[in-house]
């Protein structure tokens, strides 16, 4: 049984659509990495998985073990940082539960187990009682994606999860996520990252329109990566690489750059 299907869905804001024609099914313990660049309508599509804005046209339609509605559990590329109060690392996290606990419910044990396993998993345990304004960028993201985790849900939505995060935290994500799927959660993230699109079991590649969607020996192409970046992309030795003397993205300096993160210039927000 689909997890999560979408049928003829075309994606977008104000009856406008941004991106049509995506069909795509994912069961349980599945991943699916949406890549393209800012703009290209990869955010609005996890954005109407997530319910959040309706879809322009088509559908989607969640399904769970049973019959039952799915637990989801939404990871924004932007976070509320504006609190009135201090807030700590590990109270944030704890937020995670809230849905399954309502505001002002008191947390269970079971619940404080679910928080202490998600902030071990992004090695955050040490900055539990730190004040979340005195974190750095990567150390804030890693608090908002073991809140996510800590939701203990089905299907898993994440916007630029690694975002800000260095090479070490982006390797523990990708273990992260490999637990995730084992358990059975289904997964979705929109990325910049090939690195991290091609350790997906499917990968949707979009600009403006469906590019590519496929498993990602078949989706990650040069061609359909030249379409979504703007630059031209060869397989060198089992490594994509990047041409910026042939695209359009100017932030590339001179020389070929390794398509393993986010592209330079790429602006970290939180």
């Known amino acids: 049984m689909a997890v999560i299907e979408c049928r003829g869905l075309a994606v977008g804001y104000d009856g406008r659509p941004v991106v049509t024609g995506i069909d795509v099914a994912l069961g349980a313990g599945e991943w699916l990495a949406v890549i393209g660049t800012n703009g290209s309508g990869k955010s609005t599509f996890v954005r109407t998985v997530a319910g959040l804005i309706a879809p322009v046209g088509g559908a989607v339609q969640r399904g769970g073990a049973e019959g ?23 109270d944030v996290v704890r937020m995670g539960r809230w849905p399954a606990r309502g505001l002002l419910g008191r947390l269970r044990p079971g619940d404080e187990a679910l928080v202490d396993r998600a902030m071990d998993a992004m090695d955050i345990a040490d900055l539990a009682d730190a004040p979340l304004g005195t974190l750095s960028g990567g150390q804030c993201q890693r608090v908002h994606l073991a809140q996510a985790m800590a939701r203990d849900a089905d299907l898993l939505l994440l916007d630029e999860p690694t975002a800000g995060l260095d090479a070490a935290s982006r390797e523990r994500y990708l273990r992260v996520m490999d637990s995730e799927r084992a358990r059975g959660a289904t997964i979705i993230s929109a990325t910049h990252d090939v690195r991290e699109a091609q350790r997906a079991d499917l990968v949707l590649v979009v600009a403006g329109r ?33 041409d910026p003397h042939h695209g359009h993205d100017h932030h590339h300096g001179p020389g070929s750059a390794h398509v393993h993160g986010h592209p330079p210039g790429h602006d970290h927000r939180h």
Request: glycine share 10%.
């Open 210 to 242: 469906v590019v590519a969607c496929g498993p990602p020996d078949g989706a990650l192409t040069p061609s359909a990566l030249a379409d979504a970046f703007g630059v031209v992309i060869s397989d060198v030795g089992g490594t994509l690489v990047v």
């Open 68 to 90: 039952r509605t799915p637990v989801v559990s939404y990871l924004s590329q932007s976070h509320e940082q504006g609190f009135l109060l201090p807030i700590r690392a590990r």
